[in-house]
């Protein structure tokens, strides 16, 4: 499989964990959600993100899940597999294994604890070299979930200093300044730059520089039309995509029942066999499923309209 | 002036600060501010809210802004002040002092300080103490900018405890099972509940249970006709305008520029002469005034597909 | 090897990970370590504990590092291992490992997610039941560090529910009111408190009930010393074995260089080969190495004169 | 009264904030505390610092205290008051108003808000515009309770961008390494540089070139003495003093009883009339009252010894 690189674009899905209503780790649906989620039209996987619930896998599991999506896209889709860790020993083994198993590269988040420019820096220059120069890895910039701020400075003195770093997932909320300032930086190399928070600012992203999206919305649909309809300098037709799930995907978006939701609908679009979640995870009140039905069927309504 | 009691409902504005070009505060702007506010429907106004402007204006001007709108609306709405402090003296102090200017009630948000459920309540009930017990309060669940998490179940012990505490402002992100929760808690007093937020979860907050919202999109008119529409029971009705609204809501929800986008869109329907933040304060970019006006131009195009 | 359970007392040493100076875990200091450590006195262990450098060994290092200690000490000491994870399925698979090896029990420290008192409870049920509730474990209480808050009343919560949690690790900073107000509940079941913080409150601790010391002071004699004075009834002189080894307590107490300050010591008193630490990890200056050596001069010399 | 300059040096106290009983401002302890800290050698004040009563105070009583103070010392020692405010206009106001009182200068310290080294910088830019660039001011460095850290070279940028910062409060847990590392760079402006947390790491600070300490224990002549010790080149001296007062300093540094505890011992000491907090504020047990006399007793005997 081609390594990850600086010319990355389009939906690299962020996938859910499939997992039986016990809780057991659910290969066959695994395959289907391969399936569905090539069939929307993906360019790539991202896998054992640090959302969601990759957390709740042994690392055996893990390392099966990653190997069963490997085997059933047989090259179809670059995979990048989240690597994050509390130690780089961790971090290097679990890139090596997963490169030996041919993903296309890793992505790494930055530790809670890392407080000034200069720490975040020497930071990913040591995962860099934990993991080895010659892997490909997506810098995660997530301050709402990992507490760590990056300014355009920080990660343009991060790219230039590790070749290795060939993708931005840019996933602050929204941090669309931010996302300009790296594409206006005339001497900076051009990373690929992915875009996350279930794509709910998607074509603000998409019209300041990004290349398409990381990120796991129940209806990829959405951000693989919207990223091609930006590439066909169509910008009102990507926003009356957009617009249309909108509704859903702010209500997807939500901390908390966020995940329930999203294995509630690709449960009910036939991807999943469960859409249960392993401890701690919420269980959605009928409420919550009452709303979403709602919503769903005011989506399919929407976008009948538009066409 | 009546004060604040459990049967508010409706719209409650947070309203802006406004400005000259300066940075003085504009009296002549407040005055056009309210007129405009009361043409759209709200029912209420909340000043001195702890995010936006307030912070940035001497105690002097803070009491020359309230007196300034309570002047204007001579009566017509009900006025509730932020009075949040780091002590209990200051809280008093200012407290006093707008009730005695005619003030309907005081909002109070936890300091960052309150660890535990036990520390929640007891600040609360010292807050209470502080302010005089016949000085109705909303009791401000923010977590996201306070960063205190506080339960449905210590809501309730705080509205048991406290009979003055007569409004929830429901702020969490967004929180919307603690909703249900306090709803369903059939020993409770029932309290006004307002949202916030920007309104960007609205009609799930209305089909919860809540009475109206607190906060302040620049188009208020979405939250006040999406309330009245639940009033109505047209819940699909609700969501045609709430949806029409939803991409420049959530543009205009974003940390950091929001503010800025929010003056930006009152200027520009001409209700306050200047868009000028005080220092620390963004500057919009070229780009987000052209994504402002692009959704501006949509969202009256799809109000008029609603009809 | 027995189980831990509530009669639990003394120093449970929270040792280094030794390596050598290219990173190699060394398993022959580790022995000497673990002589060491007997000799002074503990009368347990705790490995992998969530400071220190657990996180940076792989999962195949932490298994072989456990193993070498239960060897070496071939049942002479209880060991506790830490089995704090992300999710539960690791922290389960890792406990049923370490017990099977030998373990007395497992500590477990909370994610730092749970922001009020029931997820606080709820997260140790599931964790209790995730372990399985023959499995004996440590509570481990470290706000500084975990940014949980447990009140005395949640930690008598967990107690209750919980006959397996039987040990609290007293680690805020330094909480001595509610180690006070836990000895205090007449209607709790005694569980063991052993006391954090490199032990500098430990004589407060002993005072207000604790049963000793879970921590890694590199003079760990003046915790096993400290605790026998308190069991023979001699405070003044525990408080002078105390005072006398304090400056140096409080400075290897401190967040950055602190561990790299008990490796330091740990070396030159011939219990490790290397005082290196694997990255990220600070380096010694030769200020913070001669202030080191200045206190053990002045440490020596009043030890003497205490006698 | 002169203005605070980079020369300053020796023991700027923090001082409390008297109360009587009832909680109203004593400002007859006040006269007295002023007295009582001159007498024991300091060399300036610090008024209405960010921890400590002073938050607990209205405006009026704020500037009360403050002229007190001033007026009490007649021109004996400078005094630096603390302006830290959530708005610029609100800082500018007390600045140019305890200015005009007599102060020599003003304290502030960052807002949680910021996140990034470039935010911090741009921060105080403003704030030295705000208060006006002849007015001296300290920076605080105090992540444990700002939350904001700033690396030596994040000082370093402020320091040389704006020449009205004229001290350095180093108050980092410890950051030894970051004091060393100011005073190693050849090409920056020699500010004083005075030290915090109670002063529990003097000796290490005064020995890496503070010029002395800011902050509040109960008995100053141990700053004093250790300051005087080393300023006379006796760093065995000052060590001596330093350690017999180390258990109870110690101890009235932790988070929580701290505070009361060191009013509690100003009363004993005759310094104030009563050892009241205003709320929220914590009261001391009896066993926090007898520990604190045991400390006081060897303390008193422990002095005598090294004479």
Same mark, same amino acid.
């Given at each position: 499989m081609a390594k990850l690189d600086e010319s990355a674009k389009g939906v690299y899905i962020i996938s859910v964990t499939p997992f039986t209503d016990s809780g057991v780790l659910d290969l066959d649906s695994t395959d289907r959600m391969v399936d569905f989620y090539v069939e929307k039209g993906v360019t790539g996987f991202t896998l054992l993100g640090m959302m969601g619930e990759a957390p709740k896998l042994t690392m055996a599991e893990s390392r099966s899940f990653v190997q069963r999506v490997l085997k059933r896209l047989n090259g179809k889709a670059p995979v990048v597999v989240g690597a994050s860790s509390p130690g780089f020993a961790s971090m290097a083994e679990l890139t090596k294994a997963v490169m030996d198993d041919g993903a296309a590269g890793v992505m790494i988040a930055p530790p809670g604890t890392l407080k000034t420019d200069d720490q975040i820096v020497t930071y990913y220059e040591n995962a860099a070299e934990a993991i080895g120069t010659s892997v490909p890895f997506v810098l995660q910039d997530f301050p709402q979930s990992?507490?760590?701020? *990056? #300014?355009a400075g920080v990660i343009a003195r991060i790219i230039? /200093?590790?070749?290795?770093?060939? *993708?931005?997932?840019?996933?602050?909320?929204?941090?669309?300044?931010k996302l300009s300032a790296l594409r206006a930086m005339t001497d900076l190399r051009r990373v690929s730059i992915l875009v @996350?928070?279930?794509?709910?600012?998607?074509?603000?992203? *998409?019209? =300041? &520089?990004?290349?398409?999206? *990381? #990120?796991?919305?129940?209806?990829?649909?959405?951000? #693989?039309?919207v990223v091609k309809a930006y590439q066909a300098s169509k910008p009102d037709r990507a926003r009356d995509i957009f617009d249309a799930y909108l509704p859903l995907a702010r209500y997807e978006q939500q901390p908390g029942p966020g995940l329930a939701?999203?294995?509630?609908?690709?449960?009910? =679009? @036939?991807?999943?066999?469960? /859409?249960?979640? =392993?401890?701690? &995870?919420?269980?959605?009140? /009928?409420?919550?499923?009452?709303? #979403?039905?709602k919503m769903i069927a005011r989506q399919t309504r929407r976008l009948q309209e538009i066409g």
């Open positions: 990992t507490n760590v701020h *990056m #300014t230039k /200093a590790l070749p290795s770093c060939v *993708m931005l997932k840019h996933e602050d909320w929204p941090g669309l300044a @996350g928070n279930g794509g709910v600012f998607l074509p603000e992203e *998409m019209e =300041r &520089g990004a290349d398409g999206a *990381m #990120t796991g919305f129940a209806y990829p649909e959405m951000m #693989t039309e939701i999203r294995k509630y609908v690709l449960q009910k =679009r @036939g991807v999943i066999a469960s /859409a249960a979640l =392993r401890k701690p &995870g919420p269980k959605l009140s /009928a409420l919550d499923i009452a709303e #979403t039905e």
